[in-house]
């Protein structure tokens, strides 16, 4: 079975403070994906890769950037914390349409 | 905009009952279709999928149809059971998309014993 694993489940920052999100997969996946989920907004994609060292803007990557430096991990960093980055963030992984996705992190940021 | 809609935030129905959960998109664009199923405290799961050279595809309890014309799916699962209590979400995808998907918002399924 694949596995995705995101290191924290519950994470509480400070506004201002920089966050990194840690999620990884053990499929040897090349492609890899951090949603956001939000009450009735349902999940929405901030960023996304193809490829180690590649990376790409999802739908709403403003306050946020991404690291994949080896094929099994992608991180998401929130460079500066604000309130309305307080979500569940989800990550994926997937060779085709197919997305597998970890346990999420319920970030609050106070 | 929202490309994939799903208009219904909740839904709950009777043990033993049929469950329809309907999504709509926009995108002419998108010819594969997928369903999840998300239980709290858990990522989401894939449950079925429908290509749009397909207008059903049936796996066990759970059949998705698709009308390509209304730009329409919707999830079947019959008969419902506790257990399918869930958040269900719809996404879409296009061939140049890879596998970069859009999700609808999101239907809270309760299946009342």
């Known amino acids: 079975d694949v596995k995705v694993t995101q290191s924290s489940r519950y994470l509480v920052k400070r506004t201002g403070e920089k966050v990194f999100l840690e999620c990884v997969q053990d499929m040897d996946h090349e492609n890899m994906f951090w949603y956001r989920q939000d009450p009735g907004l349902g999940l929405r994609l901030i960023y996304f890769?193809?490829?180690?060292?590649?990376?790409e803007k999802g739908d709403i990557p403003e306050g946020y950037s991404v690291s994949r430096e080896k094929k099994e991990r992608f991180s998401l960093i929130l460079e500066s914390a604000s309130t309305n980055q307080t979500s569940m963030y989800l990550c994926?992984?997937?060779?085709?349409?197919?997305?597998?996705f970890g346990s999420g992190t319920q970030l609050s940021v106070l | 905009d929202q490309q994939v809609k799903q208009n219904s935030p909740s839904l709950s129905v009777q043990e033993g009952r049929i469950s329809i959960l309907n999504c709509d998109y926009t995108?002419?664009?998108?010819?594969?279709f997928l369903w999840y199923k998300k239980y709290p405290a858990e990522g989401p799961t894939f449950l079925i999928s429908?290509?749009?050279?397909?207008d059903k595809n049936e796996d066990g309890r759970f059949t998705v149809f698709l009308n390509k014309s209304a730009k329409h799916l919707s999830l079947h699962i019959v008969p419902s059971q506790p257990g399918d209590s869930a958040v269900y979400f719809c996404?879409?995808?296009?061939?140049?998309?890879?596998?970069?998907?859009?999700f609808g918002e999101g239907t809270q399924l309760t299946v009342n014993p």
């Open positions: 996404a879409a995808s296009w061939g140049t998309s890879g596998s970069r998907l859009t």
């Open positions: 890769s193809y490829d180690v060292k590649m990376k």
């Open positions: 995108n002419s664009m998108f010819d594969y």
């Open positions: 429908i290509s749009s050279i397909k």
């Open positions: 994926a992984s997937s060779r085709n349409e197919k997305l597998f």
